[in-house]
């Protein structure tokens, strides 16, 4: 039997609520001004992810951000690489679907880091909704996007709806996929706690206003 949640992961966890900025490497040029975009804009949460930097890169970059996060208490996740988050000190980490079993991630990043894993299927959900390991679900695409990194079927409202009902209550569901401002109000009626954007603010105009469009 896995070890209970601690006091600080749990904190942690219940963090895991509304604008889910991602820090992407590859949707902007300045990862650097996108982190403080959305660090000063008021996410909840934004994920480390440049797919293809080395640790060292990731490393120093996640040590950026925390720095900028420690005044507004915003959440800080590395994707993927468990081992560069626990080296900066990040409060936890993203895993795909098919990456490292979850008990080997939780051996890496110890008991009170985060683990949230993305799923694009029920099936999917229902193995994390038994999974001790993990702290949040990502789920999507909702809509269609240009910004996964292989092609996936969309899932849609209704699915998403499903996913949160087939979840353990204070499991927070992170919705992917797609996600605008004029989007948000049915996003969030559908039951998700939290929203991850990439396109509506790295390809808006005015970041800042877009941000605080998504805010909720």
């Not at 051996?107 to 999974?131: C, F, K, M, Q, Y």
């Not at 109000?185 to 469009?213: F, K, N, Q, S």
């Amino acid at each position: 039997m896995a070890n209970p949640r601690s006091e600080e992961r749990r904190a942690l966890i219940g963090q895991v609520r509304g604008l889910y900025g991602m820090v992407d490497a590859g949707a902007c040029d300045d990862v650097e001004a996108l982190a403080a975009a959305l660090i000063s804009g008021g996410c909840s949460v934004v994920q480390v992810r440049c797919k293809g930097w080395s640790r060292s890169e990731v490393v120093a970059l996640t040590r950026s951000v925390l720095q900028r996060a420690a005044a507004t208490g915003c959440l800080v996740i590395v994707n993927d690489d468990a081992e560069a988050a626990v080296i900066a000190g990040a409060h936890g980490v993203h895993v795909g679907q098919t990456d490292a079993d979850s008990a080997i991630v939780r051996e890496i990043v110890g008991r009170s880091r985060v683990i949230g894993r993305s799923t694009n299927r029920l099936a999917d959900v229902d193995a994390l909704a038994t999974d001790p390991e993990v702290d949040y679900a990502a789920f999507g695409p909702v809509y269609p996007t240009p910004h996964l990194s292989r092609p996936k079927e969309v899932q849609g409202l209704t699915m998403l709806t499903e996913a949160r009902g087939r979840l353990p209550p204070g499991t927070p569901l992170v919705a992917i996929g797609g996600i605008t401002a004029e989007r948000l109000v049915e996003v969030r009626a559908a039951g998700a706690d939290a929203w991850a954007v990439i396109g509506a603010i790295t390809g808006a105009a005015d970041r800042a206003a877009a941000i605080a469009a998504l805010r909720g």
